[in-house]
C-alpha cells in the first residue's frame, strides 16, 4: 500500500546509492555545558537503510538525530539530509522528512486513529490518502482494535506505539525515530521492527537510536557507536563483529579453573558468578574441553554486537 | 496555495489540540469563565451597575488575552511533556502556522464564553453593523496574545514556568491595562504606558463602537487602529524572528 520514494527506488535500481544524510565535523554543544555532546562527528547515512546510532545515555545520539531533524542547531560543522543544508535550508529538508520524538506522549483524549489521522492532514495530505494511510497503519501495528479508544485510557506500550505510528504513516522519504521502542515488551518492539523493515523496502530511510542493542543488531544495516559525542566505529552490524578479533565468548562457572588460567586464553570478565572469556575460535575449544574436564560448566556463544559495544565504549573510557 | 495549505494545518492543529479535549471535558470550558466574569461581577456590584458596560469589554478582552497568554504555558506543554513541537519541526508544517494552530485551539475553548459576552455587547449598545469591526479589533489582542504567548514558551524551559509566565502576561495585557476602567482616570504618564498594550486601543475602539465618546490627548480611532495592526505585525514578525522554533 505505502508507495516507495519514486526516486530512491530507480537510483537503487540502477545500482547508485543517495545520501540520506552527510555530515563533516558536525559539533555541538549546549549552552553552559563544559564539553561537547557531539564532536566532530564525520557521518554518511546512505538512503533506504536502518542506520542506528548506539550510544550510553547522553552520549550525544539523540543530539545528532535532532539536528538532522531540524529540531537543533548545531554549533559547527556541515550537515545534509536528502541533499538540503539543515542549517540554511531547514525548510526544504522538512517537507521530506518525519519524526518520533524521545519520551513524548500522546494527546490524552484523541483516539489512536485521531493522533495518526490529523497528524497525516495537519501536514498536508489529503482525506482520502490520511485516511487510507492511517488504516493501513494501524493495522500494520496492530493498533485497528485500539483505534477509537482515547490514548489516555491506552497503556504505555500502546500509547508509544500510536506515537510510532504518527511518523511512520507519513510519506517521508527519511524518519527519526528516537528510541521508538523504549519501554515496549518484547512482541510489541519486533512488530515495530517488522513495520521499520517494510519501509526500508519502500526505498525509505531510518536513523533511529536506540540503547537495545540487540535491537541495533537484528535491525540495521549499519551501526555508528558514539561515545562521549565522538563516533567511535562505525559499520554493518557484521562488519562490526568481523573487526573483533576474539570472535567467541566462554562463560566458565565453577571453581575447577583460576582466573590466571583462564586469562590465559584471552580477554577476561567477571560477569555474576561467571568468568567470561573473549577468544579465538580454537583456543574457544581448548577452553571448553579443559573447563568441561575439571567440573566447570561451560556455555560457548558467538561474540554478539553487544560485547563489542562494552568492549568499545569502555576501551574509550579508559 | 502554500499559504492555503498553512492556514489547513493550522485549522487541523487547532482542532487536533481543543475540539476533542472539549467533547471529553467540559470542564475545560468553564475555568474560561471564572476570572472576567468574577471581575465583571465585581465591578458591576461595586460601581451599582454604572461601569457594566465597561466590564463588558473588560471581561470579552480578559478572555481573549487570557487564551492568547495562556499558550505560554500550552506550548511549552506541548513541547516539553508532549513533544509536539518536535513532531511539527519535523514536518512540512510552518512555525506561524503551528503557532496559529495552537492560538486556535485557545479560541475554541474561549467560545462559549464569547458566545456570553458578544450577545451582552450588542444587546447593551454594540450597533450590529459595527459588529465585524469589534470582532476585528478583540480578534487582533488575541493574535498578538497569542504571538507572545507562543514566544515566551519557546524560552521557558519548565512547565511550572510556563504556567506562570502565562498568568504573568495576561495580568499585564488583560488586567493592568484600561480594560476594567476607563482609560480617561489614568495619569498622562500611565496613560502612555497604557498605549503600548493593544488591549487598550481595543477597549477605546470597542467603546467608541458603541457610540461612547473617548476624550484622551492623542488618540483618535484612526491611531487606535493603526497601533494595533502595527502591533499585531510587531508580534508576529518578532516572534517569527525570535521564538526558538528549532532549538539553539
Known sequence: ?318 | MMVMKQLRSAVVIGYMLSITWIRRNLLSLVWLFATPFSILFIVTVTTSGQAFVQGVIGSLLLVLVSVGTGMAGDATWYRLELKLHDYFIASPVHQLAYLLGIALAGLFYSTPALMVLIPILVYIGLPMASLPLAILAVGIVWLFSAAIGYLVSTYVSNLRNGWQSGLLLSVIFGILPPAFYPAEILPSSLLLVAYLVPTTHAVLLLRVLMGQTVNLAGWSPLIGWIALVVMLLVALAGTSKVARWRQP
Open chain 1, 1 to 318: 500500500m505505502a508507495q516507495a520514494s519514486f526516486s530512491a527506488l530507480v537510483l537503487s535500481g540502477l545500482g547508485l546509492i543517495l545520501k540520506a544524510i552527510e555530515s563533516t565535523l558536525l559539533s555541538k554543544t549546549y549552552h553552559g555545558g563544559k564539553n561537547p555532546a557531539l564532536d566532530r562527528v564525520t557521518m554518511v547515512v546512505d538512503s533506504g537503510q536502518v542506520f542506528t546510532l548506539l550510544g550510553r545515555n547522553g552520549a550525544g545520539t539523540t543530539t545528532f538525530l535532532r539536528i538532522a531533524a531540524t529540531q537543533l542547531s548545531p554549533s559547527s560543522g556541515e550537515i545534509s539530509v536528502l541533499g538540503s543544508d539543515v542549517r540554511h535550508a531547514p525548510d526544504r529538508v522538512r517537507r521530506n522528512v518525519a519524526a518520533v520524538p524521545q519520551e513524548g506522549n500522546t494527546i490524552g483524549p484523541l483516539t489512536a486513529w485521531d493522533h495518526v489521522y490529523l497528524a497525516l492532514l495537519a501536514r498536508g495530505m489529503s482525506r482520502t490518502e490520511a485516511r487510507k494511510r492511517t488504516r493501513y497503519t494501524l493495522d500494520q501495528l496492530e493498533l485497528t482494535e485500539y483505534q477509537n479508544q482515547p490514548a489516555d485510557t491506552l497503556s504505555g506500550g500502546l500509547r508509544q506505539r500510536v506515537r510510532v505510528a504518527m511518523a511512520v504513516a507519513t510519506d517521508a522519504e527519511l524518519l527519526f525515530l528516537d528510541e521508538p521502542t523504549l519501554g515496549l515488551d518484547a512482541i510489541s518492539r519486533r512488530r515495530i521492527w517488522a513495520v521499520l523493515r517494510e519501509i526500508c523496502k519502500e526505498g525509505r530511510t531510518i536513523l533511529l537510536t536506540t540503547h537495545y542493542i540487540e535491537e541495533a543488531e537484528i535491525l540495521s544495516n549499519h551501526v555508528a557507536i558514539i561515545n562521549s559525542g565522538r563516533l567511535i566505529s562505525s559499520g554493518s552490524p557484521s562488519d562490526l563483529l568481523g573487526k573483533v578479533e576474539e570472535r567467541v565468548r566462554v562463560d566458565v562457572e565453577g571453581s575447577g579453573v583460576s582466573s590466571d588460567e583462564l586469562a590465559s586464553y584471552g580477554r577476561l570478565v567477571r560477569v555474576a558468578e561467571r568468568w567470561r572469556v573473549f577468544t579465538s575460535d580454537a583456543k574457544a575449544g581448548e577452553l571448553t574441553q579443559e573447563a568441561v574436564r575439571r567440573g566447570c560448566r561451560v556455555s560457548v556463544a558467538p561474540v554478539s554486537l553487544e560485547d563489542l559495544f562494552v568492549e568499545l565504549v569502555g576501551r574509550e573510557e579508559e
